[in-house]
């Protein structure tokens, strides 16, 4: 069984707990770190976990709303980082005291009752990998942080049957927004943030592989509202996919993949 809490989303921090159960074992991994680290111990404290408990960390690249406490977190716990080789170079290739694992595309890693699966999307950072997190049986697809999907991306979410995905922005509400024009250019660019349109058309890709849930993540407080992503999501996808919108600071209540 997969199951999984968002603890924070967005420009704020991205942080979301993965749990895998098979007869014997749980696992938690951490995919992104993304906050400081008292507000993390407090997050994972509501829900009803403590940092002691998370088995690996998996950090999808080096921009601040990731990376976090990640290193003092791994350091304190003594807990394993995954990453790629390029976004530890990009984050000042930092010692972690022998924890550090390169993550690779297409190169599974196994994490006590998980199997997780990084692979390469399009985003302005120097190597960025999101993830699949399966158990055997079922699959979640962590897809935050890209500009645009590739054959590549929807290969490897082909079979999920929740995806927490990114819906960055609202065309429209970021063109009118406050955002300086280079900016406006880099998160609506391909190598920036989805669209909600984009995301809605990713999960449609993939809704005949088995999708039932979709959480929307990521939102951009200046440039999208959880209505506006919830109503591409639904118009999308019809009503056998269940939605859920993440919270910038709350993310979400814990779901089954
Ligand atoms: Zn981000
Ligand atoms: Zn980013």
Known sequence: MIRFKSLGSGSTGNATVVQARDGHRTT???????????VLDKRLQQAGMLAEQIDAIFITHEHADHIGC??????????PVYMSEGTWIGLGQPDFEGLLRIA????PIEVGAMRAIPFTVPHD???PLQLTCGDGAVSLGILTDLGHGTPHVLAQLAGCATLLLE??????????????YFLKRRVGGGWGHLANADAAAIAAAILPSGLRQVVAAHLSEQNNRPDL???AL?????????????????GCGWLTA
């Open 28 to 38: 938690h991994l951490l995919v992104d770190c993304g906050l400081g680290i008292r």
């Open 70 to 79: 990640a290193l003092s977190l791994a350091l304190r716990e003594r807990i």
């Open 104 to 107: 690779r595309d297409s190169q």
């Open 125 to 127: 950072s120097r190597e």
């Open 167 to 180: 819906c960055n922005h609202d065309p429209q509400l970021l063109e009118n927004g406050p955002y300086p």
């Open 229 to 231: 992503a919830r109503g």
């Open 234 to 250: 639904e118009q999308a996808l019809g009503a056998q996919v269940e939605i859920h919108v993440a919270d910038g600071p709350s």
